[in-house]
């Protein structure tokens, strides 16, 4: 099984709401990862975990806090977004960080909307 | 610092016709070096990864790509397009550090009846 779920499948929030996008995975994966992919770009790392701890931030804004409660969870719990934070988010996953061949399995993804 | 480049944002082949999206990378160490396939609202499919174990590498769906050092690319090739072919593609380079992929600007597959 090679699969990543990602709930919800489609979120339209206003900029003073609270949500959260879930991702979970049962492969035994101990790398999980975040981006947001914008219309006809492609996706851009956001948050990296490794053994449930942060292992890479790139300068995501702090609107976005990501969290990993276990190593099959991993949260992006969202507050104060604005219309331009609108995209696609894709959750991924793989075995660990230090092999290089690892492959990242993705999730579907959360459609968000930012009104 | 690793990074890959494709040519050709758009590319257009008729069903039955071959099948060529090209993608070039740049690094100063071997790559590790991964085709993604992503259809309308979906997440992103592995087609197939080079190893260092073959030049030539068989993916799935009846794609294959062949690294070649000389020219620096890693392009993907199908003998024959389907229309179910029709989708986004994106070459990506994993970091020497192996915490990051690096993807490039993506090749979208039109294929015509």
């Known amino acids: 099984d090679t699969e990543v779920t990602q709930t919800p499948k489609h979120l339209v929030m206003g900029m003073t709401n609270k949500k959260s996008l879930k991702c979970e995975q049962h492969m035994g994966h101990r790398a999980m990862y975040w981006y947001k992919q914008k219309a006809k770009k492609p996706p851009e790392l956001m948050f990296v975990y490794s053994y449930e701890k942060l292992s890479i931030n790139e300068s995501v804004p702090s609107r976005f806090s990501p969290e990993c409660p276990n190593s099959s969870l991993l949260n992006l719990h969202l507050h104060a977004l604005q219309p331009e934070d609108s995209a696609l988010y894709l959750c991924?996953?793989?075995?660990?960080?230090?092999?290089?061949?690892?492959?990242?399995?993705f999730g579907p993804g959360t459609r968000l909307t930012v009104l | 610092a690793q990074s890959v480049t494709q040519l050709g944002s758009h590319v257009s082949v008729s069903e039955g016709a071959l099948v060529l999206l090209r993608c070039n990378y740049s690094?100063?160490?071997?790559?590790?070096l991964f085709w993604y396939v992503q259809y309308p609202n979906q997440g992103l499919q592995l087609l197939l990864k080079?190893?260092?174990?073959?030049?030539l590498v068989k993916g799935i769906n009846g794609f294959e790509a062949e690294f070649k050092k000389s020219e620096t690319s890693f392009h993907l090739t199908k003998p024959s397009a389907h229309m179910s072919d029709a989708a986004e593609y994106f070459c990506?380079?994993?970091?020497?550090?192996?915490?990051?992929?690096?993807f490039g600007s993506g090749t979208k597959l039109n294929v015509k009846p």
């Open positions: 991924a996953s793989s075995q660990g960080l230090a092999r290089s061949t690892d492959t990242q399995y």
């Open positions: 690094s100063s160490v071997p790559p590790y």
């Open positions: 080079y190893t260092s174990a073959a030049t």
């Open positions: 990506a380079v994993r970091s020497y550090n192996f915490n990051k992929f690096y």
